[in-house]
Nanobody, 118 residues
């Protein structure tokens, strides 16, 4: 059972990054999933989510700049981040809500650091 987020790095303000989340071991990105971030000293917050049916939602702070998507054939999901701002600096995590006999279980990836700085 594994959920791995990658693609973070250092980018200048106004730049773009594409994060990826790879699932394996019985976890499927075709379920409800989300991208969260946690900045230093702050609580983890939802950045973008996508339901099993494909409906998406975004935090107000990233609307129009970030796009969540997934490739079920490859069991991966992505977060395209454009027009990045210094306040987007955070560790980004992906999550999958996997159905179980006892109800949905949320799996978390290990996080990938995004730093927006000149």
């Amino acid at each position: 059972v594994q959920l791995q987020a990658f693609g973070g790095g250092l980018v200048q303000p106004g730049g773009s990054l594409r994060l990826s989340c790879a699932a394996s071991g019985g976890i499927f990105t075709s379920n409800d999933m989300g991208w969260y971030r946690q900045a230093q000293g702050k609580q983890r917050e939802l950045v973008a989510g996508i339901t099993s049916g494909g409906a998406t939602n975004y935090a107000d702070s990233v609307k129009g700049r970030f796009i969540i998507s997934r490739d079920n054939a490859k069991n991966t999901a992505h977060l395209q981040m454009n027009s990045l701002k210094p306040e987007d600096t955070a560790v980004y995590y992906c999550s999958v809500d996997q159905p179980t006999a006892r109800g949905p279980h949320r799996y978390w990836g290990q996080g990938t650091l995004v730093t927006v700085s000149s």
